[in-house]
């Protein structure tokens, strides 16, 4: 299944969420889902990347936040890695 990209707003920033997926869905692996990707704009300077994740019957969000989009995306990547360790602890008791 393809994640839902919401936010974009032209081409460019479409074409950069689908690497920001590409990139979150290695960071994920196995049978981890990218269900949502998100960008969106928390006053004038920061930009928020957030994205809704799952196994099984468990969903999370992670959100990284930055003044650009490819700062928002390297937090979103450092966020993801504790999230998702919680996450498999989740699913498995």
Same mark, same amino acid.
Do not use: F, K
């Given at each position: 299944m393809t994640a839902m990209l919401r936010g974009a707003t032209d081409d460019a920033t479409t074409r950069y969420l689908e690497e920001v997926? &590409?990139? +979150?869905?290695g960071l994920l692996g196995t049978g981890i889902e990218l269900i949502e990707l998100a960008i969106e704009a928390d006053g004038p300077? =920061? =930009?928020?990347?957030? &994205?809704?994740?799952?196994?099984?019957?468990e969903t999370i969000e992670s959100v990284g936040r930055g003044d650009s989009v490819i700062e928002a995306h390297a937090r !979103?990547?450092?966020? +993801? =890695?504790?999230?998702?360790?919680? !996450?498999g602890l989740r699913v498995l008791v």
């Amino acid at each position: 299944m393809t994640a839902m990209l919401r936010g974009a707003t032209d081409d460019a920033t479409t074409r950069y969420l689908e690497e920001v997926a &590409a990139d +979150i869905n290695g960071l994920l692996g196995t049978g981890i889902e990218l269900i949502e990707l998100a960008i969106e704009a928390d006053g004038p300077d =920061v =930009v928020v990347l957030r &994205a809704r994740y799952g196994m099984a019957d468990e969903t999370i969000e992670s959100v990284g936040r930055g003044d650009s989009v490819i700062e928002a995306h390297a937090r !979103l990547r450092g966020t +993801i =890695v504790g999230d998702r360790v919680g !996450l498999g602890l989740r699913v498995l008791v």
